[in-house]
């Protein structure tokens, strides 16, 4: 299928995405196909995508009381031209979900996330070998966090914002890997407010880091759900808004184009969320046992009815400070993943398409100009 960027700049008008819905996680042991995975651990390395951890509902959905599971199994894709092909399946003893992933083509960074354990705040790298994936420790963060934002910029680590059981963070860590025996030290730069479940980019040149929207959970009301786009420049160390979201967004995906532009996917509006949230709160309050079976009935059908998250797509010109609207993937939108640069290509493997539900796809998409894609 190729979808037309429509755009409100005339030079963006015969840009397309031929985007590739074919590729999938592999089948169950028992042949039925594969449950997706929310929070999984995500990037490229030596041209082949690597696929693991991540968590899903196996048996019943949360709002039927079921656990969710942490998984430690490893797929690993080929890259071919406009889609992956499956190549092994291999378990790591890592059960890990939500955690901050980056790479630098040869190694996979990770840092942080949750399992059966709790949140954690371990940190390794990940590299693959003709037969084996190898993993190798680094000193730990300060604190354990899940859902933020890992960069590598030159020879030093970023961890960024992220949530732990506490708080919210809008602490910058910061690890450099060309001293040995180096600890994480806190950044004297911290962001305007605190955030978890944001976009994290840094542009070609390695002189500006970009978080864009992203939530903070709020205790007993409403999480607050950004939309705006912070710009950190690395040499001057200023953080500054620079543009807002159409609307506000959390746990979307994004890459930055090879024009220096930002693409942004999908995303949870928090429509469903809030909703959910609400009802949360009036069952911790009220002590009417009839009314709090009620509520939380009414939260299950909710979540039963969930329509999924937002397939909007748009394009932010960083140089004008301006929106462009892409045509929306063509088919179920995923949060709670990564959107993947590679080449020409975007990957954005598995995630969550609505609460609860996982999918099994891996899309593909590979950008053009008037036409000429991949096939």
């Known amino acids: 299928m190729t979808i037309a960027l429509t755009a409100c700049n005339p030079e963006d008008a015969t840009q397309t995405i031929h985007w590739d819905t074919q590729s999938k996680l592999p089948m169950q042991a028992d042949g039925s196909a594969h449950l997706g995975l929310a929070g999984p651990i995500t990037g490229i390395i030596d041209n082949k995508l690597l696929l693991m951890g991540g968590a899903n509902f196996p048996a019943t959905m949360p709002w039927d009381g079921g656990a969710k599971e942490y998984h430690q199994e490893a797929y690993i894709y080929e890259i071919g031209d406009g889609h992956v092909d499956f190549v092994k399946q291999t378990p790591t003893h890592i059960p890990l979900a939500y955690s901050a992933v980056c790479s630098d083509g040869t190694r996979l960074y990770i840092a942080g996330g949750e399992n059966n354990n709790g949140i954690q705040k371990d940190v390794f790298t990940l590299e693959l070998t003709a037969d084996s994936i190898q993993i190798a420790r680094l000193p730990n963060l300060p604190h354990p966090y899940t859902n933020g934002g890992l960069l590598k910029v030159k020879n030093k680590l970023f961890f960024i914002g992220g949530e732990n059981t506490e708080h919210v963070s809008a602490r910058i860590y910061e690890l450099n890997l060309s001293i040995a025996g180096s600890t994480w030290e806190t950044h ?105 079976q009620i509520l939380i009935q009414q939260k299950a059908f909710l979540q039963q009815n969930h329509p999924g998250f937002t397939s909007d797509s748009w394009k932010f010109n960083i140089q004008q400070k301006k929106w462009s609207k892409i045509a929306p993937i063509p088919a179920k939108s995923p949060v709670t ?35 000429k894609h991949a096939k």
């Open 188 to 292: 004297p730069t911290t962001l305007p407010y605190p955030v978890s479940h944001a976009i994290f980019l840094t542009d070609a040149k390695e002189q500006n880091i970009y978080i864009i929207g992203g939530r903070k959970r709020n205790e007993n009301s409403r999480s607050t759900v950004y939309d705006q786009i912070l710009q950190w420049n690395l040499s001057t160390q200023k953080i500054e808004t620079i543009g807002t979201l159409p609307r506000p967004l959390a746990a979307g995906t994004g890459v930055m184009d090879d024009q220096g532009d930002i693409l942004i996917f999908g995303g949870d509006d928090a429509s469903t969320f809030h909703q959910v949230e609400d009802l949360i709160a009036k069952i911790t309050a009220t002590e009417d046992s009839n009314q709090k």
């Open 337 to 371: 993943t990564q959107a993947l640069s590679y080449k020409n290509m975007i990957i954005i493997p598995s995630g969550e398409i609505k609460a609860g539900i996982r999918t099994d796809q891996i899309l593909v998409g590979t950008i053009g100009k008037g036409g």
